[in-house]
């Protein structure tokens, strides 16, 4: 066997590689060593730098977990727990605090707890239905891309280590944390909501699995007009957002890597979370910095396969058709990020290729220039002929602060394929017009004139949109159909 070089034998080249120069210029300044060892004020330096770089991967990564805390607390304040569903019975509108909700289906809702044992949740039919966990992963779809293929069906959830008797005639998902949030989509009927409220009110029931021989009667509330929020903290508040979660739920429902993150800035279950006056002031900058992080990712993403088209601003709210954020055996943290900013619920119906089932989203924050939008400009979208769905399509315009339906003059900002004052143009394509005022002048649009196809916009605000297709057809997925760009009017 060779015998190991010594030190003396090793090269020069070798040695400054591996060592540390007595000082070394970074963006956190000079760093100051004796032979490797880092001197008193160093190390102070680089802990405050460790922490800030832990709290804002805190944010980045725990942002699904505060998300669904403030869903289901908007929930709960709102008396939907318990077997009481809210439902929004003249649809939702910008009133309510909701990240990027539509104003096209009827929601409904309701929070699961499964702290004191099994619930059965009866699903009516023709509905989109998604249950998540604590940390907005997936459990189950229920509906026209669950199990009951949208027949309707009884569904029983099961808490975290259940191991009691599971009886049949259910369709059984176990949820590896006690909170989970429900949510249905209904829906219209030539415009018209009335069915899918009856629908639902009429199929739709949630109760302990121990009253599943006499179920109660079910509780509705109309959530259509009411002022609430659902939408997480930027500011300190979020990590005690994220600790109540902690708290509430198994450790194990949290990979460890993500524990020791939490842990580190003072998030450990069972222990109190109270940061002292150094800590809370680096994880105060790191929320600033990790909010703006996400703002930019959404604002600008840096991945080409982000977007739908080449040079195109569409953005897919789901890159890579992953429910998970699944890329190539990793997980595309900026796509999570993405997401998470600015919608919530997962699930494979709105991610994967499903033609005619489930739906499909595409936004954009910029013209066709590369723009930002804003409020005060006029633009027009182009939608050609032919819009590839089986259930309908829509449009609906965004506030960039909230992430929730833009509140302007108009009751609903958003325009579908159920308006009946909805004009076309000549060869079938439709053509939606963004601005603080209504559109004038010559029109090419066949009917009522430019007015209907209007979509309101707040002079000195900024706005963005997503495409919505219920029911996409292969045309969307082999993109031989496309939206055309937002195009700057003046």
Same mark, same amino acid.
């Given at each position: 066997?060779?015998?190991?070089?010594?030190?003396? +034998?090793?090269?020069?080249?070798?040695?400054? +590689?591996?060592?540390?120069?007595?000082?070394?210029?970074?963006?956190?300044?000079?760093?100051?060593?004796?032979?490797?060892?880092?001197?008193? !004020?160093?190390?102070?330096?680089?802990?405050?730098?460790?922490?800030?770089?832990?709290?804002?991967?805190?944010?980045?990564?725990?942002?699904?977990?505060?998300?669904? /805390?403030?869903?289901?607390?908007?929930?709960?304040?709102?008396?939907?727990?318990?077997?009481?569903?809210?439902?929004?019975?003249?649809?939702?509108?910008?009133?309510?605090?909701?990240?990027?909700?539509?104003?096209? @289906?009827?929601?409904?809702?309701? %929070?699961?707890?499964?702290?004191?044992?099994?619930?059965?949740?009866?699903?009516?039919?023709?509905?989109?239905?998604?249950?998540?966990?604590?940390?907005?992963?997936?459990?189950?779809?229920?509906?026209?891309?669950?199990? %009951?293929?949208?027949?309707?069906?009884?569904?029983?959830?099961?808490?975290?280590?259940?191991?009691?008797?599971?009886?049949?005639?259910?369709?059984?998902?176990?949820?590896?944390?006690?909170?989970?949030?429900?949510?249905?989509?209904?829906?219209?009927?030539?415009?018209?909501?009335?069915?899918?409220?009856?629908?639902?009110?009429?199929?739709?029931?949630?109760?302990?699995?121990?009253?599943?021989?006499?179920?109660?009667?079910?509780? /509705?509330?109309?959530? *259509?007009?009411?002022?609430?929020?659902?939408?997480?903290?930027?500011?300190?508040?979020?990590?005690? +957002?994220?600790?109540?979660?902690?708290?509430?739920?198994?450790?194990?429902?949290?990979?460890?890597?993500?524990?020791?993150?939490?842990?580190?800035?003072?998030?450990?279950?069972?222990?109190?979370?109270?940061?002292?006056?150094?800590?809370?002031?680096?994880?105060?900058?790191?929320?600033?910095?990790?909010?703006?992080? $996400?703002?930019?990712?959404?604002?600008?993403?840096?991945?080409?396969?982000?977007?739908?088209?080449?040079?195109?601003?569409?953005?897919?709210?789901?890159?890579?058709?992953?429910?998970?954020?699944?890329?190539?055996?990793?997980?595309?943290?900026?796509?999570?990020?993405?997401?998470?900013?600015? !919608?919530?619920?997962?699930?494979?119906?709105?991610?994967?290729?499903?033609?005619?089932?489930?739906? +499909?989203?595409?936004?954009?924050?910029?013209?066709?220039?590369? *723009?930002?939008?804003?409020?005060?400009?006029?633009?027009?979208?182009?939608?050609?002929?032919?819009?590839?769905?089986?259930?309908?399509?829509?449009?609906?315009?965004?506030?960039?602060?909230?992430?929730?339906?833009?509140? @302007?003059?108009?009751?609903?900002?958003?325009?579908?394929?159920?308006?009946? %004052?909805?004009?076309?143009? $000549? %060869?079938?394509?439709?053509?939606?017009?963004?601005?603080?005022?209504?559109?004038?002048?010559?029109?090419?649009?066949?009917?009522?004139?430019?007015?209907?196809?209007?979509?309101?916009?707040?002079?000195?605000?900024?706005?963005?949109?997503?495409?919505?297709?219920?029911?996409?057809?292969?045309?969307?997925?082999?993109?031989?159909?496309?939206?055309?760009?937002?195009?700057?009017?003046?």
């Amino acid at each position: 066997m060779k015998a190991m070089q010594t030190v003396e +034998q090793v090269s020069p080249e070798t040695l400054k +590689q591996i060592s540390t120069p007595d000082e070394v210029k970074t963006r956190l300044g000079t760093l100051k060593f004796f032979d490797g060892l880092p001197d008193k !004020a160093t190390i102070e330096k680089l802990y405050d730098n460790l922490d800030f770089i832990r709290g804002v991967e805190v944010f980045l990564n725990l942002m699904p977990g505060a998300s669904m /805390f403030t869903l289901r607390q908007g929930l709960r304040d709102g008396g939907l727990v318990g077997g009481t569903i809210g439902i929004s019975e003249t649809l939702t509108d910008a009133k309510s605090l909701l990240l990027t909700a539509n104003t096209d @289906t009827v929601y409904a809702a309701t %929070d699961l707890d499964l702290k004191n044992g099994p619930l059965v949740v009866e699903s009516p039919p023709n509905v989109l239905g998604i249950v998540n966990d604590s940390w907005f992963r997936y459990v189950a779809d229920l509906g026209n891309a669950g199990p %009951d293929r949208g027949k309707g069906g009884r569904f029983l959830f099961l808490p975290p280590g259940y191991k009691g008797d599971v009886p049949e005639g259910y369709y059984v998902f176990r949820s590896p944390t006690y909170g989970n949030a429900l949510i249905w989509r209904g829906f219209l009927v030539d415009g018209d909501p009335k069915p899918a409220v009856e629908n639902i009110k009429k199929h739709a029931r949630v109760y302990a699995l121990a009253q599943a021989a006499i179920p109660p009667e079910p509780k /509705f509330i109309n959530t *259509s007009g009411l002022a609430y929020n659902t939408i997480f903290a930027s500011d300190f508040s979020f990590f005690e +957002q994220v600790n109540q979660v902690v708290q509430n739920e198994p450790a194990e429902s949290l990979d460890p890597e993500i524990g020791g993150l939490l842990a580190y800035i003072g998030i450990v279950k069972g222990k109190p979370f109270a940061p002292d006056v150094r800590m809370k002031r680096i994880l105060e900058d790191a929320v600033a910095v990790g909010n703006a992080t $996400a703002r930019a990712i959404s604002a600008q993403p840096r991945e080409p396969d982000y977007f739908y088209y080449p040079g195109s601003h569409w953005v897919s709210l789901f890159p890579g058709g992953s429910y998970e954020f699944l890329k190539d055996g990793y997980r595309d943290l900026d796509a999570r990020t993405l997401f998470f900013l600015n !919608a919530i619920f997962v699930t494979p119906a709105m991610s994967m290729k499903m033609v005619g089932v489930g739906s +499909q989203y595409a936004g954009s924050m910029h013209d066709s220039q590369g *723009s930002l939008l804003e409020g005060g400009k006029t633009y027009t979208l182009r939608l050609p002929p032919n819009i590839p769905v089986k259930d309908f399509w829509s449009v609906a315009v965004y506030d960039t602060q909230t992430r929730s339906l833009l509140e @302007t003059g108009q009751p609903f900002p958003s325009i579908n394929s159920y308006r009946k %004052d909805l004009a076309k143009t $000549a %060869d079938g394509s439709i053509d939606i017009y963004f601005g603080p005022k209504a559109p004038s002048g010559p029109s090419t649009l066949l009917g009522t004139g430019k007015e209907g196809n209007w979509i309101e916009t707040v002079a000195g605000k900024g706005w963005w949109t997503i495409l919505r297709l219920y029911g996409p057809l292969e045309p969307w997925f082999d993109k031989t159909w496309r939206p055309r760009e937002i195009e700057l009017v003046k």
